[in-house]
Protein backbone atom coordinates (compact mmCIF):
# COMPACT_ATOMS: atom_id res chain seq x y z
CA UNK A 1 0.00 0.00 0.00
CA UNK A 2 1.28 3.29 -1.14
CA UNK A 3 1.67 6.41 1.32
CA UNK A 4 -1.41 7.91 -0.80
CA UNK A 5 -3.93 5.16 -0.12
CA UNK A 6 -3.25 5.11 3.38
CA UNK A 7 -4.83 8.93 4.69
CA UNK A 8 -7.54 7.96 2.31
CA UNK A 9 -8.11 4.88 3.67
CA UNK A 10 -7.67 6.04 7.40
CA UNK A 11 -10.75 8.90 6.53
CA UNK A 12 -12.89 5.63 5.13
CA UNK A 13 -12.62 4.25 8.39
CA UNK A 14 -13.35 7.63 10.35
CA UNK A 15 -16.61 8.06 8.81
CA UNK A 16 -19.69 6.32 9.87
CA UNK A 17 -20.99 3.66 7.56
CA UNK A 18 -24.29 5.30 6.43
CA UNK A 19 -25.44 8.92 7.46
CA UNK A 20 -29.26 9.43 7.17
CA UNK A 21 -30.47 11.77 5.10
CA UNK A 22 -31.24 15.50 6.11
CA UNK A 23 -35.65 16.40 6.18
CA UNK A 24 -36.13 19.42 4.41
CA UNK A 25 -39.35 21.41 4.97
CA UNK A 26 -42.05 20.64 2.65
CA UNK A 27 -45.43 21.50 1.45
CA UNK A 28 -47.02 19.02 3.83
CA UNK A 29 -45.30 20.29 6.97
CA UNK A 30 -45.26 23.56 7.40
CA UNK A 31 -44.02 23.83 10.25
CA UNK A 32 -40.56 22.71 9.38
CA UNK A 33 -40.55 19.98 11.44
CA UNK A 34 -40.30 21.99 14.57
CA UNK A 35 -41.43 20.39 17.91
CA UNK A 36 -44.69 21.68 18.99
CA UNK A 37 -45.70 23.19 15.49
CA UNK A 38 -48.85 22.19 14.64
CA UNK A 39 -50.10 20.94 17.20
CA UNK A 40 -53.61 22.64 17.67
CA UNK A 41 -53.93 22.17 14.16
CA UNK A 42 -53.88 18.26 15.03
CA UNK A 43 -56.21 18.58 17.79
CA UNK A 44 -58.40 20.21 15.87
CA UNK A 45 -58.52 23.48 17.34
CA UNK A 46 -58.58 26.81 14.37
CA UNK A 47 -57.03 30.37 15.60
CA UNK A 48 -60.46 31.99 15.25
CA UNK A 49 -61.08 29.01 18.26
CA UNK A 50 -58.48 30.33 20.45
CA UNK A 51 -59.43 33.98 19.53
CA UNK A 52 -62.47 33.63 20.77
CA UNK A 53 -61.60 31.36 23.76
CA UNK A 54 -59.28 34.11 25.08
CA UNK A 55 -62.08 37.41 25.05
CA UNK A 56 -65.13 35.39 26.46
CA UNK A 57 -65.95 35.00 29.08
CA UNK A 58 -64.68 38.66 29.38
CA UNK A 59 -62.45 39.03 32.79
CA UNK A 60 -63.68 42.50 34.51
CA UNK A 61 -61.92 43.61 37.65
CA UNK A 62 -63.52 45.40 40.33
CA UNK A 63 -62.63 48.67 39.41
CA UNK A 64 -63.90 48.49 35.78
CA UNK A 65 -67.13 47.03 37.18
CA UNK A 66 -67.86 50.22 39.37
CA UNK A 67 -67.26 52.21 36.36
CA UNK A 68 -69.53 50.59 34.22
CA UNK A 69 -72.03 50.49 37.05
CA UNK A 70 -71.67 54.78 37.10
CA UNK A 71 -72.06 55.07 33.70
CA UNK A 72 -75.35 53.13 32.94
CA UNK A 73 -77.04 55.22 36.03
CA UNK A 74 -75.70 57.97 34.86
CA UNK A 75 -77.17 57.26 31.38
CA UNK A 76 -80.20 56.15 32.72
CA UNK A 77 -80.69 59.51 34.71
CA UNK A 78 -80.11 61.80 31.46
CA UNK A 79 -82.54 59.40 29.54
CA UNK A 80 -85.19 59.78 33.04
CA UNK A 81 -84.58 63.66 32.81
CA UNK A 82 -85.11 64.25 28.50
CA UNK A 83 -88.30 62.37 28.77
CA UNK A 84 -89.26 64.23 31.95
CA UNK A 85 -88.78 67.38 30.42
CA UNK A 86 -90.44 66.15 27.03
CA UNK A 87 -93.42 65.34 28.46
CA UNK A 88 -93.72 69.15 30.27
CA UNK A 89 -93.04 70.72 26.99
CA UNK A 90 -95.72 68.47 25.56
CA UNK A 91 -98.16 68.95 28.36
CA UNK A 92 -97.82 72.83 28.11
CA UNK A 93 -98.00 72.49 24.17
CA UNK A 94 -101.24 70.53 24.06
CA UNK A 95 -102.70 73.02 27.00
CA UNK A 96 -105.46 75.07 26.41
CA UNK A 97 -105.39 78.89 26.52
CA UNK A 98 -107.74 78.89 29.54
CA UNK A 99 -105.26 76.16 31.16
CA UNK A 100 -102.42 78.36 30.38
CA UNK A 101 -103.51 81.47 31.52
CA UNK A 102 -104.86 79.91 34.72
CA UNK A 103 -100.67 78.76 35.05
CA UNK A 104 -99.38 82.19 34.73
CA UNK A 105 -102.05 83.59 37.29
CA UNK A 106 -101.05 80.50 39.61
CA UNK A 107 -97.22 81.69 38.68
CA UNK A 108 -97.77 85.71 39.36
CA UNK A 109 -99.71 84.75 42.79
CA UNK A 110 -96.87 82.72 43.63
CA UNK A 111 -94.77 85.54 42.94
CA UNK A 112 -96.26 88.14 44.56
CA UNK A 113 -96.69 85.61 48.01
CA UNK A 114 -93.06 85.07 47.58
CA UNK A 115 -92.33 89.02 47.49
CA UNK A 116 -94.45 89.73 50.47
CA UNK A 117 -92.88 87.48 52.22
CA UNK A 118 -89.27 88.70 51.54
CA UNK A 119 -90.54 92.22 52.51
CA UNK A 120 -91.52 90.80 55.97
CA UNK A 121 -87.86 88.87 56.39
CA UNK A 122 -86.67 92.43 55.82
CA UNK A 123 -88.38 93.99 58.65
CA UNK A 124 -87.73 91.44 60.68
CA UNK A 125 -84.47 92.09 59.84
CA UNK A 126 -84.49 95.75 60.08
CA UNK A 127 -85.89 95.88 63.51
CA UNK A 128 -83.88 93.08 65.05
CA UNK A 129 -80.91 95.46 63.87
CA UNK A 130 -82.13 98.43 65.41
CA UNK A 131 -83.29 96.53 68.32
CA UNK A 132 -79.43 95.22 68.31
CA UNK A 133 -77.94 98.53 67.74
CA UNK A 134 -79.94 99.88 70.53
CA UNK A 135 -79.02 97.12 72.88
CA UNK A 136 -75.48 97.05 72.25
CA UNK A 137 -75.46 101.36 72.74
CA UNK A 138 -77.19 100.25 76.23
CA UNK A 139 -74.40 98.07 76.73
CA UNK A 140 -71.71 99.79 76.06
CA UNK A 141 -73.32 103.11 78.48
CA UNK A 142 -73.70 100.81 80.96
CA UNK A 143 -70.14 99.13 80.90
CA UNK A 144 -68.64 103.09 80.80
CA UNK A 145 -71.14 103.84 83.86
CA UNK A 146 -69.92 101.05 85.53
CA UNK A 147 -66.17 102.00 85.00
CA UNK A 148 -66.57 105.66 86.12
CA UNK A 149 -68.09 104.75 88.84
CA UNK A 150 -65.32 102.04 89.93
CA UNK A 151 -62.76 104.71 89.50
CA UNK A 152 -64.81 106.78 92.40
CA UNK A 153 -64.97 103.86 94.24
CA UNK A 154 -61.71 103.46 94.02
CA UNK A 155 -62.35 99.19 92.56
CA UNK A 156 -60.61 99.86 89.09
CA UNK A 157 -57.04 101.61 88.72
CA UNK A 158 -57.45 104.55 86.65
CA UNK A 159 -54.62 106.58 84.49
CA UNK A 160 -54.87 110.23 82.86
CA UNK A 161 -53.48 113.42 83.10
CA UNK A 162 -52.83 115.51 86.81
CA UNK A 163 -50.38 115.97 89.37
CA UNK A 164 -47.84 114.21 91.65
CA UNK A 165 -47.70 116.60 95.09
CA UNK A 166 -44.39 115.19 97.20
CA UNK A 167 -44.82 116.41 100.66
CA UNK A 168 -41.00 115.94 102.69
CA UNK A 169 -41.37 116.51 106.34
CA UNK A 170 -37.95 116.34 108.00
CA UNK A 171 -39.77 117.88 111.20
CA UNK A 172 -42.27 115.39 111.61
CA UNK A 173 -44.12 118.49 111.96
CA UNK A 174 -47.00 117.49 109.22
CA UNK A 175 -50.20 116.18 110.28
CA UNK A 176 -53.43 114.09 109.40
CA UNK A 177 -55.62 117.07 109.12
CA UNK A 178 -53.11 118.91 106.96
CA UNK A 179 -52.86 116.19 104.50
CA UNK A 180 -56.58 116.12 105.05
CA UNK A 181 -57.12 119.50 103.95
CA UNK A 182 -54.22 118.77 100.86
CA UNK A 183 -57.28 116.07 99.83
CA UNK A 184 -59.82 117.91 100.07
CA UNK A 185 -58.67 121.04 98.16
CA UNK A 186 -57.62 118.72 95.21
CA UNK A 187 -61.02 117.24 95.48
CA UNK A 188 -62.68 120.72 94.70
CA UNK A 189 -60.28 121.68 92.11
CA UNK A 190 -61.88 118.36 90.48
CA UNK A 191 -59.44 115.50 91.54
CA UNK A 192 -61.01 111.99 89.80
CA UNK A 193 -59.18 109.91 91.60
CA UNK A 194 -56.21 110.03 94.00
CA UNK A 195 -53.75 107.67 96.31
CA UNK A 196 -51.31 108.62 98.63
CA UNK A 197 -48.14 106.84 99.58
CA UNK A 198 -50.08 103.52 97.09
CA UNK A 199 -53.34 103.71 99.84
CA UNK A 200 -56.56 104.63 97.54
CA UNK A 201 -58.36 107.70 98.33
CA UNK A 202 -62.60 107.40 98.02
CA UNK A 203 -65.42 109.01 99.34
CA UNK A 204 -65.32 107.31 102.89
CA UNK A 205 -61.55 107.55 103.33
CA UNK A 206 -60.58 108.88 106.63
CA UNK A 207 -56.78 109.93 108.31
CA UNK A 208 -55.22 110.07 111.72
CA UNK A 209 -52.49 110.70 113.62
CA UNK A 210 -49.95 107.46 114.35
CA UNK A 211 -47.27 108.83 115.98
CA UNK A 212 -44.58 110.55 113.78
CA UNK A 213 -46.85 109.20 110.96
CA UNK A 214 -50.07 108.90 109.38
CA UNK A 215 -52.84 106.65 109.26
CA UNK A 216 -54.74 106.81 106.14
CA UNK A 217 -57.87 103.87 106.20
CA UNK A 218 -55.71 101.93 109.18
CA UNK A 219 -52.64 101.83 106.54
CA UNK A 220 -49.07 103.59 108.41
CA UNK A 221 -47.66 105.54 105.86
CA UNK A 222 -44.81 107.81 106.52
CA UNK A 223 -42.88 110.51 104.89
CA UNK A 224 -42.29 111.77 102.50
CA UNK A 225 -46.08 112.38 101.48
CA UNK A 226 -46.67 111.06 97.80
CA UNK A 227 -50.25 112.26 96.27
CA UNK A 228 -50.88 110.82 92.92
CA UNK A 229 -54.25 113.09 91.69
CA UNK A 230 -55.34 112.46 88.42
CA UNK A 231 -57.23 115.64 86.75
CA UNK A 232 -56.95 119.10 84.92
CA UNK A 233 -53.44 119.97 85.62
CA UNK A 234 -54.46 123.85 85.19
CA UNK A 235 -57.30 123.76 88.03
CA UNK A 236 -55.65 121.37 90.25
CA UNK A 237 -52.26 123.11 91.28
CA UNK A 238 -53.77 126.82 91.43
CA UNK A 239 -55.78 125.11 93.88
CA UNK A 240 -53.22 124.15 96.13
CA UNK A 241 -51.59 127.34 95.58
CA UNK A 242 -53.32 130.20 96.65
CA UNK A 243 -53.33 132.13 99.42
CA UNK A 244 -53.36 130.97 102.83
CA UNK A 245 -53.80 127.54 101.19
CA UNK A 246 -52.46 124.24 101.80
CA UNK A 247 -49.01 125.29 100.11
CA UNK A 248 -48.33 127.79 102.60
CA UNK A 249 -49.88 126.01 105.43
CA UNK A 250 -47.55 123.00 105.10
CA UNK A 251 -44.22 125.59 104.45
CA UNK A 252 -45.00 127.24 107.55
CA UNK A 253 -44.52 123.89 109.25
CA UNK A 254 -40.94 123.58 107.67
CA UNK A 255 -42.21 121.14 105.24
CA UNK A 256 -41.61 121.35 101.40
CA UNK A 257 -44.13 120.96 98.83
CA UNK A 258 -43.14 119.85 94.89
CA UNK A 259 -46.13 119.80 92.90
CA UNK A 260 -45.41 118.70 89.04
CA UNK A 261 -47.84 118.14 86.34
CA UNK A 262 -47.40 115.37 83.76
CA UNK A 263 -50.03 113.77 80.77
CA UNK A 264 -50.34 110.41 82.66
CA UNK A 265 -50.58 109.78 86.26
CA UNK A 266 -51.11 106.84 87.26
CA UNK A 267 -53.59 105.58 90.06
CA UNK A 268 -53.22 101.75 89.94
CA UNK A 269 -54.21 101.34 94.47
CA UNK A 270 -57.76 99.41 94.70
CA UNK A 271 -59.81 99.05 97.14
CA UNK A 272 -62.22 95.84 97.96
CA UNK A 273 -65.56 96.81 97.06
CA UNK A 274 -68.03 96.89 100.00
CA UNK A 275 -71.52 96.08 100.15
CA UNK A 276 -73.88 98.94 101.77
CA UNK A 277 -75.51 97.51 104.98
CA UNK A 278 -78.32 99.63 104.86
CA UNK A 279 -78.35 100.84 101.71
CA UNK A 280 -80.25 99.59 98.63
CA UNK A 281 -81.10 100.98 95.22
CA UNK A 282 -84.31 102.48 94.61
CA UNK A 283 -84.53 101.68 91.03
CA UNK A 284 -86.88 98.32 90.05
Given at each position: MSDDEQPANRLRKELPDEVPPSRSPSADDPAGGLPG????????????????????????TRAQLIVALLLFGLGFGLAVQVASNSDSDS????????????????LDDRTQRLEDEKQGLEKQRDELENSSDQAEEARKQTLEKERQLGILAGTVAAQGPG??????DTKGTVEADMLLDAIQELRAAGAEAIQVNGVRVVAGTYLADAGNSVSVDGNKINAPYRFQVIGKPQDLEPALNIPGGVVQTLEKEQATVTVERSSKIVVDALR?????????????
Open positions: AGQGERNGVTGRQRLLKGLWPPRLALRGARQEDLVRILDEITVTIEAAERPDYARSSSQ
